[in-house]
C-alpha cells in the first residue's frame, strides 16, 4: 500500500522537488505552503500527474493550532501519516545587532517551533503502529554557525538536537528520525547573494557550485526508503565538500 507523506514548505525550492520526487516514486503526498497557493497549486497538479493522491494545505507551521487542523485534514484525506519531510524554513541575513525581535521569534518559530509542531502531531499518529519516519531540514549553518545567520544558525543547530533527542526517544518504537543539513542550494533562499559573495563562497566549495534542490530530494527519498531502515538519529550533510 502506498504511504503517505506530508512534506512542509513544497511550494517552492527543496521541499517542491522533494514532494514530486516522491509522487513520481508512488507515495502520496500531502503538500504543505503558507504564502505561495499558486505554486503550490502547481505542485499538486503534477503530482496528481503521477497517478497518487495528493492534496495541498495551507498552514503557518509556527501556529501551532493551524498544524492541529492541517493534521487533521490529512488524516481524514489519508487515513495515516507515515512520513514527516519537515522541510519549511525561512532565512534573513544580517548584524546580529540589528534583528528586530519580532525578526528572531519569527525565524526560531518557523524553523523549530514549526518542526515541533509537526513532529509533535505526525507522531501520535506514528505511534498508533509504531512505525514511521521523520526527516528535519537543518543545515550547514546549524553546524559550524554563521555571521550575519545567528538566529537562523541557532534554529538549525537546536534542530540537529532535536533530531538527534527524538532519535532516541522513538528508535524503540520503530520510528527512525534524521536530519538533513545541506551546504548552499540553488533556491529562492539564496537568490538575493550578490554575485561576488557567491563566487567568494564557491571557492571554498571543492566540487565549485551550488547544490540542486532535485539532489537534496535525492537523500531524502533515500533515507525515508527501506534502503535506510538501519539509519536514525544522523545528521547528513550533502554541501560539496565545504565541511569535511
Ligand atoms: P525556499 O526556496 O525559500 O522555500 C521555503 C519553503 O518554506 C517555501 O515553500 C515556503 O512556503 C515554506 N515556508 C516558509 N515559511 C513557512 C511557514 N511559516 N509555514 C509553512 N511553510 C513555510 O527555501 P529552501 O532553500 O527550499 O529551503 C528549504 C529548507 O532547507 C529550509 O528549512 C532551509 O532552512 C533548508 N536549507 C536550505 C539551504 C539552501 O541553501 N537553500 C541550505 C541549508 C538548509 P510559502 O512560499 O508558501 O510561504
Not at 1 to 30: H, P, Q
Not at 43 to 58: H, N, R
Amino acid at each position: 500500500m502506498a504511504k503517505n507523506v506530508l512534506v512542509t514548505g513544497s511550494s517552492r525550492g527543496i521541499g517542491r522537488e522533494t514532494a514530486i520526487l516522491l509522487a513520481k516514486e508512488g507515495y502520496n503526498v500531502a503538500i504543505n505552503y503558507n504564502k505561495s497557493e499558486d505554486k503550490a497549486k502547481e505542485v499538486l497538479e503534477e503530482c496528481l500527474s503521477y497517478g497518487v493522491k495528493a492534496i495541498a494545505i495551507k498552514a503557518d507551521v509556527s501556529d501551532f493550532k493551524a498544524v492541529e487542523k492541517m493534521f487533521v485534514n490529512i488524516i481524514e484525506e489519508f487515513g495515516s501519516i507515515d512520513i514527516l519531510i519537515n522541510n519549511a524554513g525561512i532565512a534573513v541575513a544580517k548584524q546580529f545587532q540589528d534583528y528586530d525581535p519580532s525578526e528572531w521569534h519569527e525565524i526560531i518559530g518557523t524553523n523549530l517551533n514549526g518542526m515541533y509542531h509537526c513532529a509533535y502531531f505526525a507522531l501520535k499518529d506514528m505511534m498508533k503502529r509504531h512505525e514511521g519516519v521523520i526527516i528535519n531540514l537543518s543545515s550547514i549553518f546549524g553546524i559550524t554557525g554563521a555571521a550575519m545567520e545567528v538566529p537562523y544558525s541557532t534554529s538549525k543547530g537546536a534542530v540537529i538536537a532535536f533530531t538527534k533527542s527524538l532519535a532516541r526517544e522513538f528508535g524503540y518504537s520503530g520510528i527512525r528520525i534524521n536530519s538533513v543539513a545541506p551546504g548552499g542550494i540553488d533556491t529562492d533562499m539564496v537568490a538575493n547573494v550578490k554575485d561576488d559573495d557567491l563566487d567568494a563562497f564557491l571557492e571554498e566549495v571543492p566540487l565549485g557550485r551550488l547544490g540542486k534542490p532535485i539532489e537534496i530530494a535525492n537523500l531524502i527519498s533515500f533515507l525515508v526508503s527501506d534502503k535506510a531502515s538501519y539509519i536514525t538519529g544522523q545528521i547528513i550533510s550533502p554541501n560539496g565538500g565545504w565541511l569535511i
